[in-house]
């Protein structure tokens, strides 16, 4: 292009850019802002039910909490699925109590939907307190992504978790109280095992976090409990097969896609005892010390229980030793080798120490399980003498399960793999 071409261009570009030039918006960027809060805020309160809305906090490893909630006349009100115990009222709100407050579409670099007033039910996760001075790192303003009469899409503004809502074709009383039957069936069952078009999976699902392998890669993706089954933050690509959601079969005890080419069956006895959510106890007494176990176990363990015994906790007596699922709900291991011991010479309050693990399948025809130590938990600082026994345990993986009764177990029999003179008996009490 010549100097006199390059001049003209530049002049074009310039006329266009006059206040005599018509907009090709054929509005104003403000006025756009204006009609789109308009047509949001009209949109959120044009469903008479409400929203259920899949809330995710902190980083997503709690997985998802449900919400129902119906806008109207620049009010919330917000139902949970779960009850919320918040410092700040000084109140415990069970499943199903609706709390109001205010909200607002506004406009800033995009859209945001506002929970402008403090919703106790809501702000419980993005609230400091006593010990998160953070709170849960959670959002309370969302950036519309996506909105129509099927769904909306929004971003939290500070912290990035997407927050999706779907229009409720049922009371929001009705919707949580389904979530929450749905959460206590689904959230007991650790399920391991998918079949893919026929195929077996390793899967582990639990805790409302699905993880699983996908062509030599690990994910791990959270869900949320709904009326009718599961539905994940992001899809989840298994044997090449794209899921969303699973629906619930209460009749098999088994979640499957839409399409049903996915299912994650009921779990067999191995699975659930690899799922690690049941206490299984080794044969202890401090009458009788160890017994249904190995020599050098055994060893191991009586060494444990008279080194528990110290003056500066009270005298501990050792009570119990498991494993299984952690019997401190406080802690983010949920899968131990655990004791649990009782100072002022047994009488006292109940201590309880752990040794996170992990529980999988290596062989579900063989019924092999691998055990694997993964990091401490709740007080086993002050217990490392006990380390011996998470080593003996994680040192002689896999075992071959032995169950006393397929259907409904009440002890199962641990056989090293590698070392048949290697094991141990649990029983559940």
């Not at 003209?8 to 960027?29: H, K, N, Q, Y």
Request: charged letters at 20%.
């Amino acid at each position: 292009m010549n100097k006199r071409k390059l001049i003209a261009a530049f002049a074009v570009i310039l006329a266009s850019c006059t206040p005599d030039t018509e907009d090709v918006f054929g509005e104003s960027a403000a006025n756009r802002v204006a009609l789109s809060q308009n047509s949001y805020s009209a949109l959120l309160e044009s469903q008479q039910q409400g929203w259920a809305l899949d809330y995710y906090p902190s980083d997503g490893t709690l997985g998802g909490v449900a919400y129902a909630a119906r806008f109207h006349g620049g009010l919330v009100t917000m139902s949970c699925e779960q009850p919320v115990s918040n410092p700040v009222t000084a109140k415990t709100y069970p499943v199903g109590t609706e709390t109001t407050s205010y909200y607002q579409v506004t406009g800033e670099t995009g859209v945001l939907l506002t929970f402008d007033t403090y919703n106790p039910l809501f702000h419980y996760w993005s609230q400091p307190s006593a010990g998160r001075a953070k709170g849960y790192q959670s959002d309370y303003e969302f950036t519309f992504l996506a909105a129509s009469a099927d769904s909306v899409v929004l971003r939290g503004k500070k912290h990035g978790n997407l927050l999706r809502m779907y229009p409720l074709a049922e009371a929001p009383a009705a919707y949580v109280r389904r979530v929450q039957q749905t959460h206590a069936v689904l959230g007991s069952i650790i399920r391991k095992r998918a079949l893919v078009d026929g195929v077996s999976k390793s899967i582990t699902m639990a805790y409302n976090q699905f993880s699983y392998t996908e062509q030599a890669k690990g994910d791990t993706v959270p869900y949320i409990h709904t009326a009718d089954g599961v539905r994940f933050y992001r899809t989840v690509t298994l044997g090449g097969v794209n899921i969303s959601r699973l629906t619930y079969d209460s009749s098999a005890n088994a979640l499957r896609s839409p399409d049903g080419r996915v299912v994650l069956p009921a779990p067999t006895v191995a699975e659930s005892f690899a799922g690690g959510q049941t206490q299984w106890y080794f044969g202890y007494s401090e009458a009788d010390g160890p017994t249904e176990m190995c020599s050098e176990l055994a060893d191991l363990l009586s060494d444990c229980a008279q080194r528990v015994k110290k003056p500066n906790w009270g005298y501990e007596v050792l009570q119990d030793f498991y494993i299984g699922g952690n019997l401190f709900s406080g802690d983010a291991l949920h899968t131990v080798i655990g004791w649990r011991a009782a100072d002022n010479y047994g009488k006292g309050n109940p201590a309880y120490f752990a040794y996170g693990i992990s529980m999988d399948l290596v062989d579900e025809q063989r019924q092999l399980v691998g055990i694997h130590a993964l990091e401490p938990a709740t007080n086993f600082d002050k217990h490392v003498y006990c380390q011996s026994l998470v080593d003996f345990i994680g040192q002689h993986s896999p075992y071959q399960l032995v169950f006393d009764n397929d259907e409904s177990p009440t002890s199962v029999t641990l056989t090293s793999e590698h070392d048949a003179t290697k094991w141990f008996t649990l029983r559940i009490r």
